[in-house]
């Protein structure tokens, strides 16, 4: 008999000898680097709204947010501009939610995850959400305002003015829409993997069709993600300033959007305004720090609105 390979009696105490791992503190120092950071980037946003805080604290009053602007904006309040970001907000998500949600139903139900169209849809989507936020702007320009508005007025109102093709919150919320269009579509495909295969089949057993399910059974389900998608969304729309520049903000409105085609102001360019275009910055800089103190507060109310209705389906969900 043979005497046995030496190679075949390779032991885990061999191992051991070839490879010294290293003990387990060794993860000390990445650990510390990384809280360092965390306390880095903590620090500084403490220091921004502190400083937010005390520099607009003085300047709220229910004068300030519910007048208008007064005396080239060097007195009177933001209520216009609330108005505006709110209708802003609301016009987009109304615009973005079911694109983007069936947007992302069809490619996770009804597509090959491995055929050319599907992989070209993702990288469009892909190269959407790297595109800079003043190309929208310009595209809105171009095609909401120049192509759809311009048209419009071509065949309703071709003695008067320009009605539609001109800058007006519509085409402001629509081009806010294509900004945030791929983070709704990426957090509801998220949602739509996370619900269990055993959910469809039995939905399909039960002799349930397919549009059925995507209804009754998989976008209940895929509800927390949704709202995620739209909470993202609202985080980023409310603060934008680059798209709604060319398409639908105003320097200074001292009334209200009455209408679907009418200017507006927003909270993020009148802050803008405030910080590089008054004439005196010294003696509107307690009127920027509130407006900047406002638009915070409003993004906050807007995502706490939105993570407390998603906390809700899911317990819903989870009860039933």
């Known amino acids: ?76 309040g933001i209520f216009p501009a609330i108005f505006g970001t709110l209708m802003l907000v609301i016009l987009m998500v109304i615009a973005v939610v079911p694109i983007g949600v069936f947007t992302a139903v069809y490619l996770q139900e009804y597509t090959d995850p491995q055929s050319k169209l599907t992989r070209l849809l993702r990288i469009a989507i892909n190269n959407l959400a790297g595109v800079p936020s003043i190309v929208f702007g310009l595209f809105g320009l171009g095609f909401f305002i120049g192509f759809v508005g311009g048209n419009l007025d071509k065949l309703f109102y071709p003695e008067s003015g320009p009605v539609w093709g001109q800058p007006a919150v519509i085409w402001a919320s629509l081009t806010m829409a294509l900004l945030t269009l791929p983070v709704v579509i990426v957090s509801t495909e998220e949602a739509l993997r996370a619900i269990p295969r055993e959910l469809k089949e039995a939905s399909y057993a039960l002799g349930a069709t397919k549009l059925q399910t995507i209804f009754r059974v998989i976008l209940p389900q895929a509800m927390p993600g949704i709202f995620t998608g739209g909470i993202l969304a609202v985080g980023r729309g409310a603060g934008e300033v680059a798209p709604i520049m060319f398409t639908g903000a105003a320097y200074y409105l001292p009334y209200l959007p009455a209408k679907l085609n009418d200017q507006f102001m927003v909270l993020g360019y009148h802050t803008y305004v405030m910080a590089t275009q008054s004439p005196d910055v010294e003696k509107t800089k307690p009127i920027l720090y509130g407006t900047v103190l406002v638009l915070l507060m409003l993004t906050f109310l807007l995502n706490f609105v939105a993570v407390l209705l998603r906390s809700k389906i899911r317990t819903r969900r989870i009860s039933a």
């Open 1 to 76: 008999m043979s005497a046995p390979d030496r190679s075949s009696q390779f032991t885990t105490s061999d191992l051991s000898h070839q490879y010294q791992f290293s003990p387990k503190g060794s993860d000390t120092l990445p650990r510390a680097l990384m809280f360092l950071a965390v306390a880095i980037i903590m620090a500084i946003l403490a220091v921004i709204l502190i400083d937010v805080i005390i520099g607009g604290i003085g300047t709220i009053s229910w004068e300030f947010l519910s007048s208008p602007p007064e005396q080239g904006m060097e007195a009177g």
